[in-house]
């Protein structure tokens, strides 16, 4: 139990399109999702926390209308990054958490931008 | 200012060696604390935490750690690495009223590479 899935698992664009990034947790309800940026061989980066029904909390620094966060479901939790450049080009992870106080990881997505 | 420190960027043991990852946090109280695994182009494995109690945790694939107050730290260990356990490792801490809803904070990992 306690799969998180990320669609897609990576995504190739051109500087100025915009890229949608989805996580699911497959077979839990999650209460809380968080994403995460990774740039190469670096640690993990907390961009926001999101709360289903509910606007995202940004950590400073991360531009609230360059990664747009929706959460409309208790399973879903979309990352879209919008007017892509090349220095958004990473790894974004995403995590959900239910009440046993753990986070499940999903696979991570590749974003790279041309 | 809440942190975690992993003072070895990259380790390399030799295959049936044992290994110790090395962790330290400045936190205000006992944060819960927890150690992450994660191969190439992958998310993250939980390999154990601790929130309480005995002070020594045991986790997933044969791996420990022990959580020493009086030296704010965690060190993760293995007595026998195998090739596959090659990855980056991460300790983290939460806040000790941890909840569904609480940040981790990630160290800067360790890279362990395995020699034949």
């Known amino acids: 139990g306690a799969v998180v899935s990320q669609h897609p698992s990576w995504v190739i664009c051109k500087s100025g399109t915009s890229v949608k990034i989805e996580c699911r947790s497959l077979d839990f309800q999650a209460t809380t999702m968080f994403w995460y940026r990774q740039f190469p061989k670096q640690s993990l980066m907390l961009m926001a926390t999101?709360?289903?029904?509910?606007?995202?909390?940004?950590e400073q620094g991360v531009e609230k209308d360059k990664f747009l966060i929706n959460h409309a479901s208790l399973t879903l939790s979309t990352l879209t990054v919008t007017s892509a450049h090349p220095e958004d080009s990473s790894f974004y992870i995403c995590s959900a958490s239910r009440d046993n106080n753990e986070q499940f990881f999903g696979p991570g997505t590749r974003l790279t931008v041309l | 200012a809440q942190s975690v420190t992993q003072p070895d960027i990259h380790i390399t043991v030799s295959e049936g060696a044992s290994l110790e990852l090395r962790c330290n946090y400045s936190?205000?109280?006992?944060?819960?604390l927890f150690w992450y695994v994660q191969s190439p182009g992958q998310g993250l494995q939980l390999l154990l935490k601790?929130?309480?109690?005995?002070?020594l945790v045991q986790g997933i694939k044969g791996f420990e750690a022990e959580f020493k107050r009086s030296q704010s730290s965690f060190n993760l260990r293995k007595p026998s690495v195998h090739w596959s356990d090659a990855a980056e490792y991460f300790c983290?801490?939460?806040?000790?009223?941890?909840?569904?809803?609480?940040?981790?904070?990630f160290g800067s990992g360790t890279r362990l590479s395995i020699r034949p």
């Open positions: 983290a801490v939460g806040p000790p009223e941890y909840s569904s809803a609480s940040k981790i904070i």
């Open positions: 936190y205000g109280a006992t944060p819960y």
């Open positions: 601790y929130f309480s109690g005995d002070t």
């Open positions: 999101s709360n289903e029904g509910s606007k995202a909390t940004y």
